[in-house]
């Protein structure tokens, strides 16, 4: 059932928006008011989000650390992975977001026989990687439908990714990467048992929809053939906002939309947050410096504080009185 | 404080990205390139027809084209019998640009709006001056 209504619930949403515009023809709706609520829905939500981490409090210095600290001149530091420094950090912080350096490192425990071990265990980090580096191509890629001219870089970007040059139109490398990718991700939660054991449905949605965004985006350039000039007309409606109507686009093509609208619209609220949140992340975006700066949370209230000196002050005449030694004398 | 400066960046650079296309498409009237059918060759024929129904022809032009390279070339094929029963060459050179002698305007409008490199001129057609009809 975890498994089983998610993916029934992308079916659904596919078949809304494809019995929309094939029966209903409701075009204008999938195609331009959808997309600009969608598309404000997402950037809103997005910087809420974004805003909310930026005013939470940070109490402790929690960096995590995974290497040896800085200490004594002559104990190597690891730099990058117990980084004491701003430039350290940022280091750190890009190999994260641009190769997912923590999920390189994951181990996995393992009983063979009578003995215990840890190894290590890469295909994770794989699979995280060819998905998302695809899915950064990808995104890239699609702006020749929302720019005009189209800079050039974008026409690098398609040549190095139809590089093969299989089959016509021309096979993206990206295309084939991303559903093994997805596919992978997917059967590593419903295969290892432990995996499947903490999977929500929460977990597989967003897989099944991008599934469902990749596979109906494939059909649409290899499969069904969408006329890509009258796709660019409404795309660049969209970003010119002077709205073309969309008349006559195969219905599949609004099934991709609206997915991608299901997505964006999902993003700030859910899991994929992780985008950002990796950037707002106190165990990595700090510096493991508590031994030479001191941290100060920003919850600290100004607390009212009577010293001893004041309290001298205050009383230091009736204590001389009786005797008492002072610390002013 | 450092980390509101840059959670406040960090947003910005966000909508910044995310409005950009808009700003750059901003204003401008873009739709899609009209086909110059104008030429000489077409405006002699008696009955304006493409191989093939206009529709295929827009979304499929690439895989026919592909088909009839693997045919002529591998199977030595020339003949291509179109889905209204009639019978043409297989040849770009003196089938398509007989009547398109214009590609640099009727291929090459739509290939650069919809930016879709065509390597067909690497083989076909090409002369000092750009692309001609008959190669």
Request: neutral net charge.
């Amino acid at each position: 059932m975890r498994i089983l209504a998610p993916f029934l619930l992308v079916v659904a949403l596919a078949l809304i928006a494809w019995a929309s515009t094939a029966f209903l023809h409701l075009g204008t709706l999938f195609g331009v008011i959808v997309p600009y609520a969608a598309f404000a829905l997402f950037v809103v939500g997005f910087a809420i989000r974004v805003m909310r981490w930026g005013a939470s409090a940070v109490p402790f210095c929690i960096t995590t650390t995974c290497g040896q600290q800085k200490s004594l001149p002559w104990v190597r530091q690891a730099k990058l992975d117990n980084p004491s420094s701003y430039a350290g950090v940022v280091g750190r912080m890009l190999l994260e977001v641009l190769f997912f350096r923590s999920l390189f490192r994951n181990s996995k425990a393992e009983k063979r026989d009578d003995r215990f071990g840890y190894g290590s265990a890469k295909w994770l980090w794989l699979g995280a990687l060819a998905f998302h580096w695809s899915m950064l191509i990808i995104v890239v890629r699609h702006f020749r439908l929302f720019l005009d001219p189209v800079p050039e870089f974008i026409g690098v970007i398609e040549g190095a990714d139809s590089v093969l040059q299989i089959g016509i139109p021309l096979l993206y490398l990206t295309d084939v990467v991303i559903v093994g990718a997805l596919t992978f991700l997917f059967l590593r939660r419903v295969v290892l048992p432990r995996i499947r054991f903490v999977s929500l449905s929460i977990d597989y949605f967003p897989l099944f929809l991008l599934l469902g965004i990749a596979l109906s985006g494939i059909a649409l350039r290899y499969g069904v053939r969408v006329d890509v000039t009258g796709v660019k007309e409404v795309a660049m409606g969209l970003v010119s906002f002077s709205p073309v109507a969309p008349e006559g686009i195969e219905p599949l093509l609004f099934v991709h939309l609206f997915l991608v609208c299901v997505l964006i619209v999902y993003f700030p609220w859910g899991k994929l947050m992780h985008a950002p949140g990796v950037f707002f992340s106190p165990t990595r975006n700090l510096a493991n410096n508590s031994r030479m700066v001191r941290h100060v949370n920003p919850w600290n209230y100004d607390v009212k504080v009577h010293t001893y000196a004041e309290y001298e002050q205050d009383f230091g005449e009736k204590m001389r009185k009786v005797g008492l030694p002072l610390d002013s004398e | 404080m450092a980390r509101r400066k840059l959670t406040l960046i960090f947003i910005g650079v966000f909508c910044l990205i995310m409005v950009a296309p808009f700003i750059l498409g901003a204003g401008k009237a873009h739709s899609a390139p009209e086909l110059d059918l104008n030429t000489p060759e077409i405006a002699a024929l008696d009955v304006k027809e493409c191989i093939e129904p206009v529709e295929y022809m827009r979304s499929s032009h690439m895989t026919l084209l592909d088909e009839w390279r693997n045919d002529v070339v591998r199977e030595g094929k020339t003949d291509y019998v179109s889905s209204s029963g009639q019978v043409y060459e297989m040849s770009l050179d003196d089938t398509c640009l007989s009547c398109h002698s214009n590609p640099d305007a009727f291929c090459e409008s739509c290939h650069a709006y919809s930016n879709v490199e065509l390597y067909c001129w690497e083989c076909h057609g090409l002369t000092d001056d750009g692309v001609v009809g008959k190669g």
